[in-house]
């Protein structure tokens, strides 16, 4: 617990010392923001900042800072390493640049900042790439809060029948295809509040039992892997594993949304950084918590899953157990809302960037609900297919959450690489976001040929990073001496 508690402290410093830092670097301003100069009544409009910070909280939330970190607790202790340095140097970087990018340049997408600063093929490119993962994460976080809720209303273990969630299936999706169409304000900018009290309440109270039990987990310096439950290698799994309470791709998505809401450029700092820090502290919360269950006290039931394989498909019976375990009965309740409200919160959002990102690139304005309906259908058929496929096939959960988790953390290499363009081109201290992106791209890099593509021993990890840090470093170094020249 003395890990625990200096890592929070770190978060909660990181965010008053290096973020102030990395505000200064890009240096905001008093210009018309896009939610002024192109204000539309549907996606660019103001919003009051305390209701943006809980929107962009909740949208890149999601599944990942808890089911990530329940995963990521297998490493054991480095799992707290991951963290606190990816959340500050990486992750909130990462989101406050992308951000602040995207409200100086008229609130463009994702998409359109890469391709501003990498060029036109690589836009083309992370057009398709970040749709494709919106849509993923469309599907994916509709499965596991409709398992969260049909395991709260006909409690089970760990059910083999993925039909029996059939109805809370449909009722998210269908409210995902109301949140997509519907102006900003309307069901997004009025239920998120009610969600986000819920996800803060979860954190919070197992904060406070945390502090209570003062379990004996491992601490840093009884070596940083552990008593690994999980047999794979800490690199580069570990930093696929936790993603959004560390660094995450699918938030500069998101940002692109809020974006469009700020009054004043210099809200960023306590919007973007501020909300992949509070993220950062709920991954470690979690985090510990399932430590506390994994190496010290399995609850009655958590060891049939504790020590078997890291079935993401698992994840939301383990936050099932905990929250029951710890907050009994009305506490377990509000928790486990909190838990469903960070997917889908996420996932009603990333379809409609999806949406957003898709206009912008055939030039469809959206004011009219009908042309908003000419993407959303097509889109939502997609989803659909993902999702009958999940449902028929345990392994297609599997497999799309795998390929999702690489290309979450490769679509942070790109705009990690944008960024650094930026502050070139701006003779700004490029650092703070070349080492990220070095460093992310050797794990994407290694990950997808160890991992996914040809499963190979672990021995060949560090072979595979040499390598990818080798090209990427000569790649900047030729491509930096001749923006200098």
């Avoid at 990102?357 to 659909?384: G, H, N, T, W």
Wanted: aromatic share 14%.
């Amino acid at each position: 617990m003395i890990s625990f508690t200096l890592s929070l402290v770190a978060l909660v410093l990181g965010y008053f010392i290096y973020g102030r830092f990395v505000e200064r670097v890009f240096n905001p301003d008093d210009r018309p923001t896009p939610a002024v100069a192109k204000a539309d009544g549907v996606d660019f409009m103001v919003l009051p900042g305390w209701k943006i910070f809980m929107i962009q909280f909740l949208n890149i939330a999601g599944t990942g800072p808890i089911f990530g970190a329940i995963m990521g607790a297998k490493f054991g202790p480095a799992a707290y390493l991951w963290i606190v340095l990816g959340c500050i140097f990486a992750g909130a970087t990462h989101d406050y640049l992308s951000g602040m990018l995207s409200v100086r340049n008229g609130g463009i997408n994702q998409p359109e900042i890469i391709g501003r600063f990498l060029g036109k093929t690589t836009k083309q490119v992370m057009l398709v790439f970040s749709v494709f993962l919106l849509m993923m994460v469309g599907a994916v976080f509709v499965f596991s809060p409709a398992k969260i809720l049909g395991d709260m209303w006909e409690p089970s273990l760990v059910a083999d029948n993925l039909g029996q969630y059939t109805f809370w299936i449909v009722l998210i999706f269908i409210y995902y295809l109301i949140a997509t169409l519907m102006p900003i304000d309307k069901i997004i900018g009025r239920v998120y509040p009610l969600f986000a009290f819920s996800l803060l309440f979860m954190a919070g109270a197992l904060l406070v039992m945390l502090f209570v039990k003062w379990p004996a987990i491992p601490e840093l310096w009884n070596g940083l892997p552990g008593e690994a439950l999980t047999p794979k290698s800490i690199f580069p799994c570990l930093f696929i594993t936790i993603a959004c309470g560390a660094i995450s791709g699918f938030h500069a998505t998101q940002s692109p949304l809020m974006a469009r809401c700020m009054k004043s450029e210099r809200q960023g700092r306590p919007i973007f950084y501020g909300a992949m820090i509070t993220e950062g502290i709920v991954a470690l919360i979690w985090a510990t918590v399932a430590m506390f269950f994994f190496y010290q006290q399995p609850t009655p039931g958590f060891e049939q899953i504790a020590g078997g394989a890291d079935a993401v498909s698992d994840a939301p019976s383990v936050v099932t157990l905990i929250s029951n375990d710890w907050l009994l009965t009305f506490g377990g309740i509000l928790a486990l809302l909190g838990v469903v409200a960070a997917p889908i919160t996420s996932g009603d959002t990333a379809l409609r960037s999806a949406r957003l990102i898709i206009a912008d690139f055939v030039r469809l304005e959206q004011r009219s609900i009908r042309k908003r309906l000419y993407i959303s259908i097509p889109m939502f058929a997609a989803v659909m297919a993902l999702l009958i496929w999940q449902m028929s096939d345990k392994e297609g959960f599997e497999m799309i959450w795998g390929w999702f988790g690489w290309s979450n953390q490769t679509l942070s290499v790109f705009m990690l690489w944008a960024i650094t363009v930026y502050l070139v081109q701006q003779k700004k201290p490029f650092v703070i976001t070349l080492v990220p992106a070095l460093f992310m791209t050797v794990v994407c890099s290694t990950y997808l040929i160890t991992q996914q593509l040809f499963h190979l021993d672990n021995q060949w990890n560090w072979i595979i990073a040499a390598v990818a840090l080798a090209i990427a470093a000569v790649w900047f170094f030729l491509w930096y001496r001749r923006a200098r020249s």
